[in-house]
């Protein structure tokens, strides 16, 4: 199925609307234990069923796949992909920082996203085409061309099975970074991290997992904002992608050698 995803936009918008008046006014509720140190609360679990009933009446040829209850029904080669709370810890601890990322992807693509920071009063926008916003207003990705002069948002460190090993390249590359980029920051949400990189507020954006509810909606709106979004071994990012690495386009290369370097030493 081809479409253009612009017309989806203000379907999407609609739906994330409905996803923050939850969030900002209801509280957590009761938690429930997904594995080692990760959660869900009632309003994970209330959101995505709002949100999941608005689009299926909306859009009911769009398949859909929210974090918490999985794929619902599959659409014929188009998938809604939706994080409800990116940033439950967050959320549950009283931080701002977390988001409704809803996306939308053909096939292995992400061709639409929107993803809304509740407390923060700002939603992101992006279609295939159409350019990446920010509360309506165009955004471009920073410029920055030297590492050391680029603050770097890195993904949460692994918990749950095998989380030591799988930190191990994480902490190899916390090192390598520390010893060359201005600043590291860890925001505790995908769907931040790639919103503030097309914003320009971050150079770079480094996650060693790929999930497509986390990452559907903000990587066609760092793209559109003109940041190169790919894969470890430097191809373009995909849903089946292992990692999430985005910057400018002039500091991609680097970040990719610096990741190679950390490798090598995990």
């Keep these: 199925m081809s479409i253009d995803a612009r017309s989806l936009l203000p379907i999407a918008e609609q739906a994330t609307t409905i996803a923050a008046d939850i969030i900002r006014t209801k509280a957590p509720g009761v938690v429930t234990a997904k594995g080692d140190r990760d959660m869900a609360t009632e309003v994970d679990y209330a959101v995505e069923d709002a949100v999941r009933d608005f689009l299926t009446r909306e859009t009911p040829e769009i398949g859909f796949l929210g974090e918490e209850e999985g794929l619902s029904h599959a659409g014929k080669g188009l998938l809604w992909a939706l994080d409800p709370v990116d940033g439950t810890a967050n959320f549950l601890h009283g931080l701002p920082l977390c988001a409704v990322s809803l996306g939308l992807i053909e096939d292995t693509a992400s061709i639409l996203g929107v993803i809304d920071l509740p407390f923060l009063d700002t939603s992101y926008t992006a279609a295939e085409g159409a350019g990446a916003h920010a509360n309506g207003t165009p955004i471009h990705a920073s410029d920055t061309r030297d590492l050391d002069a680029a603050i770097v948002a890195i993904g949460d460190y692994a918990v749950g099975t095998n989380a030591e090993e799988r930190n191990r390249p994480r902490l190899a590359l916390t090192h390598e970074l520390a010893a060359r980029v201005q600043r590291i920051r860890m925001f505790g949400s995908a769907a931040i991290d790639l919103a ?71």
């Design 196 to 266: 503030w990189l097309a914003h320009g507020k971050t150079d770079a954006l480094i996650m060693l997992s790929n999930n497509p509810w986390d990452t559907a909606a903000g990587i066609i709106i760092a793209r559109q904002a003109g940041a190169v979004v790919v894969d470890l071994d430097g191809s373009p990012h995909t849903t089946t992608s292992r990692a999430t690495i985005a910057a400018g386009r002039t500091l991609i290369a680097d970040l990719l050698a610096l990741i190679g370097q950390a490798s090598e030493t995990a």
